[in-house]
């Protein structure tokens, strides 16, 4: 079962502009959300996480939402710059479990 | 450079060979996990390890697989008799961790093509 979802296997944006990534997961015992962002030939990199305690973190051009009662994160880049052309992955996890749970990924790509 | 070192990058076996793959992590670092990524997918849990001690292991790990990290150092995976299906790339991760929240510092992978 998939308990972290990402529908949108792509997405593509004008430079500039916001890009906004969805997640959707299942599990209400998920306590803690990380985005991880993915260049080809390489490993996932950490972007920015949240805690359930709160519905929004802020890093620069980045921010996350998190809606708990529609289980639902989202992800905003704001501008969108070509270096952000990437897949990019949400992963959850369970308080005092030690393993992340991943969704699917978007490809996201900025044009100019 | 500091970062999660994976060997090799790249492993292209005959279905019911036995592969190695080998992660060096971050050297502070005491947690060490591995991951398997399939294509389309994201990366999906197969094993943790805190320290020398193996705590977790996925039920995709069947007994084919076996991970081993001596003296909490280095990590090794090994799949022994290998399937079309262990196709995939391997990516293996470590964490300081003392507040549970786990951000995972990954490295390149290794991809596995099993023919």
């Known amino acids: 079962d998939q308990q972290v979802k990402q529908n949108s296997p792509s997405l593509s944006v004008q430079e500039g502009r916001i890009s906004i990534l969805n997640c959707d997961y299942t599990n209400s015992m998920f306590d803690y959300f990380l985005w991880y962002k993915k260049y080809p030939a390489e490993g996932p990199t950490f972007l920015i996480s949240i805690s359930s305690i709160k519905d929004k973190n802020e890093d620069g051009r980045f921010t996350v939402f998190l809606n708990k009662s529609a289980k639902h994160l989202s992800l905003h880049i704001v501008p969108s710059q070509p270096g952000d052309s990437a897949v990019y992955f949400c992963?959850?996890?369970?308080?005092?479990?030690?393993?992340?749970?991943f969704g699917q990924g978007t490809r996201l790509t900025i044009n100019p | 450079d500091t970062g999660v070192s994976q060997d090799p990058r790249h492993k292209i076996t005959k279905r019911g060979q036995n592969v190695t793959f080998r992660c060096d992590p971050i050297?502070?670092?005491?947690?060490l996990y591995w991951y398997r990524q399939t294509l389309g997918q994201g990366p999906e849990f197969l094993t943790y390890f805190q320290n020398e001690a193996q705590l977790e292991k996925s039920r995709l790990l069947s007994d084919r697989f076996s991970a081993e990290r001596p003296k909490g150092s280095f990590s090794t995976l090994e799949i022994q008799r290998t399937e079309q299906g262990d196709s995939a790339m391997y990516l293996c991760a470590s964490s300081l961790d003392p507040g549970g929240k786990e951000k995972l510092f990954f490295g390149s992978g290794t991809q596995l093509s099993v023919l």
């Open positions: 992963a959850a996890k369970r308080e005092g479990a030690q393993k992340l749970v």
């Open positions: 050297s502070e670092h005491n947690r």
